[in-house]
């Protein structure tokens, strides 16, 4: 049964970031995860979703979610916020956590495709020695990331998806491909296995990127995905 879409946008920022009480957020979700975002706003075609980060004072806060009450729900998922500027003004003096970043958020279709690839376990972890990939990180943090899906090539992993976040309900994909190894559809290939891998457990896996990565938007279209959502971090 396909999950609706402000739904999904919920389930997301649950991945993403973790809540306190009061439903602010406080860091991103994964190992020593970064600060959240100030500001975090998810739109869909059926209604958005906003979050503030848990050290802004109450009338920041305030001013922040009356403008994105204002915001229009539209069908047009690339379009900035109406409020953007507004959300910029009212965050002026606030320490940032990094620059603005935007994109969109696909869930996957209900069919998918076979993926000729492999799982790394923990019998296996040492064919994740090629950088970017860190053993001691993969090894410390291996329940929490897997399923690790993965293509080999002369003894090493090349390409890789893993858990990026994780909840009781969903997934959020986490994808590299070495720079040589680029342009041969391994990206798709251990994208679609560890969709495979996620639904098996009973989670929704979710694929999110920004504008700016293109190769990573080429992936969504080759393997069909679709568009549920487009976030912005402030």
Request: proline fraction near 6%; aromatic fraction near 8%.
């Amino acid at each position: 049964m396909r999950v609706a879409d402000l739904q999904l946008l919920e389930i997301q920022a649950a991945a993403l970031f973790t809540h306190d009480q009061r439903g602010r957020i406080g860091y991103v979700n994964e190992p020593d995860g970064d600060r959240a975002p100030r500001f975090f706003l998810s739109r869909s075609r059926e209604g958005n979703l906003r979050r503030c980060r848990d050290d802004l004072t109450e009338e920041t806060v305030r001013v922040l979610n009356k403008l994105a009450a204002e915001e229009p729900v539209s069908d047009d998922l690339r379009a900035a916020p109406r409020n953007l500027d507004g959300f910029l003004a009212t965050l002026q003096g606030v320490q940032a956590s990094g620059p603005p970043e935007s994109g969109p958020a696909y869930r996957f279709p209900d069919e998918l495709p076979p993926a000729r690839v492999t799982r790394i376990t923990r019998s296996n972890l040492h064919l994740l020695r090629l950088p970017p990939w860190n053993l001691y990180d993969a090894a410390r943090d291996f329940e929490g990331c897997e399923p690790f899906i993965v293509v080999i090539e002369e003894g090493a992993v090349v390409s890789l998806c893993h858990n990026a976040r994780l909840t009781d309900q969903a997934a959020e994909a986490g994808v590299e491909t070495l720079e040589a190894y680029r342009g041969r559809g391994y990206a798709s290939a251990v994208v679609v296995g560890w969709a495979h891998a996620v639904q098996a457990t009973g989670r929704i896996p979710l694929y999110s990127t920004s504008w700016q990565n293109l190769a990573s938007q080429a992936v969504a279209r080759k393997l069909g995905l679709v568009q549920y959502g487009v976030d912005l971090s402030l």
